[in-house]
């Protein structure tokens, strides 16, 4: 059983275009993430969701938008598509509480993003 | 300073070496601390958390200094399937459902 997924797994799309990535987690979590990996391989966060309210939003332009339906799902617009864009966007989980074992967070395969 | 900072590496070491990571972060205040594992074009993967007494996981053992905030990954008798990037992971906030803040990895080479 897959923990956390995400669709689509690439995504090849012209600048200016609208995109959107969906993220789901079946861990019955209550927090979920937004994770962008430039091609430096650095992992940053860009949005944390905890019971399917916004509590983290980092620096990120508001070309961005995280939508989540309920807690399991959390998905991710990007308007007007810049080469810049073009990253690894990971979705991740976790039980939302302090702790070890509940701090840990579990990543879907990630999102290969390519604005040409 | 870095909120948390690694050397990038690569480590190139023989099958059956000991190597070890080092990692420092910035966030006196910080309580958890975690070493990930992240393969070629793979998701980061927990390896395993670390502790304050230190904690060893069959050949890792992870250590934890609080005074100079460094936080220590050593792999004994390294195999081929070690090779991976291992990200070092602190959550500086000591709340929950924050963001955990990401090194930027450090490589690991295992050759036969």
């Known amino acids: 059983d897959t923990a956390v997924s995400q669709t689509p797994k690439y995504l090849v799309t012209q600048m200016g275009n609208d995109k959107s990535i969906k993220c789901e987690q079946n861990?019955?979590?209550?927090?979920m993430y937004w994770y962008k990996q430039d091609s430096k391989k650095f992992l940053k966060i860009m949005f944390s969701y905890n019971n399917k309210e916004l509590i983290i939003n980092e620096t990120v332009p508001n070309r961005f938008s995280p939508k989540s339906p309920d807690k399991a799902h959390l998905n991710l617009h990007i308007n007007s598509l810049e080469l810049g864009d073009s990253a690894v966007y990971f979705c991740?989980?976790?039980?939302?509480?302090?702790?070890?074992?509940?701090?840990?967070?579990?990543f879907g395969p990630g999102t290969r993003l390519l604005v040409l | 300073r870095k909120e948390v900072e690694q050397d990038p590496g690569p480590f190139n070491v023989p099958e059956g070496a000991t190597v070890a990571f080092n990692c420092t972060y910035s966030n006196s205040a910080s309580q958890s601390f975690f070493w990930y594992r992240q393969d070629c074009r793979k998701e980061p993967k927990l390896l395993m958390s670390?502790?304050?007494s230190g904690n060893e996981d069959g050949r890792f053992t992870a250590q934890l200094n609080r005074a100079s905030q460094y936080i220590s990954l050593l792999i004994r008798d390294s195999k081929l399937s070690d090779s991976a990037t291992y990200l070092c992971v602190v959550n500086p906030y000591n709340q929950a459902g924050t963001a955990l803040i990401f090194g930027k990895g450090t490589t690991l080479s295992v050759s036969s």
């Open positions: 991740a989980s976790s039980q939302g509480r302090l702790g070890p074992q509940q701090e840990t967070q579990y």
């Open positions: 670390v502790y304050s």
């Open positions: 861990l019955g979590h209550d927090t």
